[in-house]
Structures are given as C-alpha cells and as structure tokens.
C-alpha cells in the first residue's frame, strides 16, 4: 500500500498517557469529519501503522489526532517521542462509521466517548453541517483522573469564542466530561448516569427516546458493550452496511 508522508507541526503533551499532535496536510486529502485514518513510522525498513481517529475537521489545513501512550505499545513506544520537524506516514484513504450518513434523522446527536475515544467527536462538533442537522449536540467524555480531560478548555473557552462557528456552539453544544477515579463535578461512569437519569437532568434536557436521539459510541469495549445494550434495551438499532440507524459506534481501541 501507498502511503502519503506527512511533517509533524506541533506536539502537546497531556500527561504520561495521552498527548495530541499536528500534521502537514495534502490539499487533496479529504476526509468526513469522524473518520480515521491509518497513520504510523517507518520501523526497520517497514511501515508500522496504526489506525487513529482524526481530531481535526475537514475544513482545517493541518491534521491534528490525539493519542494514547502504550508502555511497550509497538507504535505509540516511539510515536510519543515524535517532535516538530520528524516526518510519519499517512494512508491515502480514510473511513469510518461515525458519520451522520449513517444516522436517522433526529433532534439530538449524542457523541458518547471514553479516553481516545473523544478524538472523532472533536472533528465531529466542530462541523457546522452537524449543527443544521440537530438541535442539540451532547459531547460525553469519559476518563479516570481529570487531567485525562483532553481538549477541555479548548470545548469550554476556546470554541464558544471561534469567530465563525462559536455561536452556534454556545447555542447547541452541551460538553459533559466524567471522571471515574477521584472527586469531580460529574463522577461516576456514562453508562451509569444515562441509566440513571442523572445527566439528562444535569444537562436540563428531556430523557432519551427512540423518536428523537441518535448516538454515535467510541471508546472501550466496555463502553461500546454497556451502551450498546442500554440502548437496545430502549428499542434504538444500530446502523447496518448501507442502512441508517439510531446509533453508530466504532471501538476506539482493540483490546488484546
Ligand atoms: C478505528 C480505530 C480508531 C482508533 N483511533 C485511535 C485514536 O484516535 N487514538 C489512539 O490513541 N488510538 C486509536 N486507536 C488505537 C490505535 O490504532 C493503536 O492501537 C494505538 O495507537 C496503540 O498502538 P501501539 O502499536 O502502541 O499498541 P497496540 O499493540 O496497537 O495496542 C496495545 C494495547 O494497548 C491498548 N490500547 C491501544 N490503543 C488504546 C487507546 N487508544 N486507548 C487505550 N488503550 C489502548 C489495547 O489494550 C491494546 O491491546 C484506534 C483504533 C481503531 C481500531
């Protein structure tokens, strides 16, 4: 397979176990907002790559992707050194299923999201295109420890000031971070407080139903299975090759 190669632009360093980086962009690269990408190095005369979710939206010059730290991971060992100036390898093409062509029509779109998960859904709000197509936009995003909260002043202060899409986030974007593992504003798992009730209340808007809400899922496994049944327990379907539905997912991550 050809790859394209890419320059490094800028790297940000969250914590020992994520961080984000840019790339130099081709102009006839294109992707859907929500789409990945297999991006790696050259390891030993061979490519080594990965498939990464794409933080940046379609419209930006550079690409931007947001990335765990695996001790002994084959790639992210070496990616997380990367610096300004190194070069990385891109795959032409992307694809993914957490696009809003495969959604049905409804009045809110939920971006359920834990670790680096959240990558796809900050390509996705920041799509003027999403917010024609909802009234609300819910972001979730899921971690242990709240220095896990990749992008959330970025969400909070950053976006809602953007000259041109700033309003309609403060108008239509609704950003509900948790945390697991120490005290927080909103603790406890996702799954939990929509079982609950909880968020819905928190966030001033009425419980989920099968008419009006559509969920896109990137995360864990653990996620992906819990949400996947809540929601099928409340009559919602999953999209199928070439068929919408109430939900899409996509595992952030295979566990081995
Ligand atoms: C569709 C898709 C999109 C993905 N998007 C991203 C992304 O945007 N950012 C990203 O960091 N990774 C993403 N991944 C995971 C990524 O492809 C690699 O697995 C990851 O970069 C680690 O690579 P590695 O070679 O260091 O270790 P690997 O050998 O690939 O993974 C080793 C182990 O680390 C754990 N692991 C891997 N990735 C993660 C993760 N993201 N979070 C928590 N634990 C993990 C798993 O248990 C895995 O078995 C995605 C995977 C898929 C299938």
């Known amino acids: 397979m050809a790859y394209l190669t890419e320059t490094v632009t800028y790297v940000k360093h969250w914590n020992e176990r994520l961080f984000s980086f840019r790339t130099t962009r081709k102009p ?16 030993e005369g061979k490519p080594l790559m990965r498939a990464y979710s794409i933080a940046s939206a379609n419209y930006e010059e550079e690409l931007e992707f947001l ?44 971006l359920i999201s834990t670790g680096t998960g959240l990558a796809p859904f900050m390509s996705i709000i920041k799509d003027p295109e999403v ?13 242990r420890y709240a220095a896990c909260l990749a992008y959330h ?4 202060k950053e976006l809602p ?32 407080l929509i079982q609950s ?7 001033n808007i009425p419980d989920i139903k099968v008419e009006d809400d559509r969920f896109m899922l990137c995360g864990s496994e653990a996620l992906i ?32």
């Not at 294109?30 to 789409?35: A, D, I, L, Q, T």
């Not at 697991?180 to 504003?185: A, I, L, N, V």
């Not at 009730?197 to 966030?203: E, I, P, S």
């Not at 327990?233 to 090759?241: E, L, P, S, T, V």
Request: charged fraction near 25%; aromatic fraction near 10%.
């Open 197 to 203: 009730g909880q968020l819905c209340n928190d966030l």
């Open 153 to 156: 002043n970025y969400i909070t």
């Open 131 to 143: 917010y024609d197509q909802f009234d609300r936009v819910i972001l979730t995003h899921g971690v």
């Open 161 to 192: 000031n953007n000259e041109y899409i700033g309003d309609i986030i403060k108008e239509k974007l609704h950003y509900y971070p948790t945390v697991t593992r120490e005290p927080y504003k909103n603790k406890g798992r996702i799954t939990d």
């Open 28 to 43: 006839t690269f294109r992707f859907k907002n929500g789409h990945f990408v297999m991006i790696g190095m050259e390891v």
């Open 67 to 110: 990335s765990i730290k695996v001790p002994n991971g084959p790639l992210t060992s070496r990616l997380q050194h990367i610096k300004v100036g190194d070069e990385l390898l891109l795959s032409e093409k992307s694809t993914g299923t957490l696009v809003t062509d495969y959604t049905l029509p409804g009045k809110n779109l939920w």
């Open 225 to 256: 299975k819990d949400m996947t049944k809540i929601l099928d327990d409340k009559g919602f379907h999953a999209a199928r090759k070439r068929t919408q539905g109430h939900y899409v997912l996509e595992n952030a991550f295979v566990g081995k």
